[in-house]
């Protein structure tokens, strides 16, 4: 009976609950994440260690589900932003701070009509600006590529374009694995302006008869036309022959 008594005085009592908790794979759960990789399970650690996420009531929150939610032991990425992940069982708890990236979804090329406008060789540079899709990313934070189909009309230094010879060339920015291009179109300098029906226009005319239309021919031929350049015709003497347009 004493052996009895002393043995059972002896024994260590059984735990009815953890005495500690921690999140046991904060390491894995604060590494990179961008929105849409997998799924992370948060793994905990409890003593003694005859309590276990089988055994025991654990509780596993988000502090921003619009960046993470919790399904059981389960954290899934939603959105773009940083959220507090909290551990509990009954009063013991353990937090880790996880972190969201966005992923990129596009880029724009956002000054196509002032890239695209007359461009002859000699004028100024030209600058290429972007926009990247979500606003998260910059030039600042992203590698953005511009390149040009035909260097020997427009070269490419960083993000600005200069005008090397006439011709065209697709400009092409490229971030990640998305692209925008614009087709650009370098025209040589304006070499002559001439009248090329003034036979026509120099034939009797009498006061009353029907208009007549100027005609002009542009040098160089494929670069130059009246429509997409400007032509002005004036009279000097508007008594004898008015002028609207041509």
Do not use: H
């Not at 009815?16 to 997998?38: F, Q, R, V, Y």
């Not at 002859?120 to 590529?145: H, I, K, M, W």
């Not at 350049?229 to 003497?237: D, F, L, M």
Request: proline letters at 4%.
């Amino acid at each position: 009976v004493c052996l009895s008594l002393w043995i059972a005085a002896c024994e260590k009592p059984t735990e009815t609950k953890p005495t500690s908790l921690s999140i046991a794979n904060k390491e894995a759960l604060t590494a990179e994440w961008l929105l849409g990789d997998a799924d992370r399970t948060v793994e905990v650690s409890m003593e003694p260690d005859s309590f276990t996420a089988e055994n025991t009531q654990i509780t596993v929150t988000s502090g921003n589900t619009a960046a993470v939610t919790v399904s059981g032991m389960t954290l899934k990425a939603v959105g773009a932003g940083t959220s507090v992940i909290t551990v509990s069982a009954g009063e013991l708890k353990d937090e880790v701070t996880v972190t969201v990236k966005p992923v990129l979804s596009g880029v724009s090329i956002t000054n196509k009509e002032a890239l695209t406008a007359e461009w002859v060789e000699g004028d100024a540079d030209r600058t290429v600006e972007v926009s990247l899709t979500p606003d998260s990313f910059t030039l600042e934070n992203t590698q953005v590529t511009v390149t040009s189909a035909n260097p020997e009309v427009v070269e490419v230094s960083g993000m600005t374009l200069k005008a090397a010879g006439a011709g065209t060339s697709v400009i092409t920015v490229s971030a990640g694995e998305f692209t925008d291009t614009v087709e650009l179109t370098v025209r040589p300098a304006l070499e002559s302006v001439q009248v090329s029906n003034k036979d026509a226009l120099t034939a009797q005319w009498i006061i009353g008869s029907e208009d007549r239309t100027v005609e002009v021919a542009l040098s160089p031929s494929e670069y130059y036309n009246t429509q997409n350049t400007q032509i002005t015709v004036t009279s000097e003497n508007p008594d004898v022959v008015e002028v609207s347009g041509m």
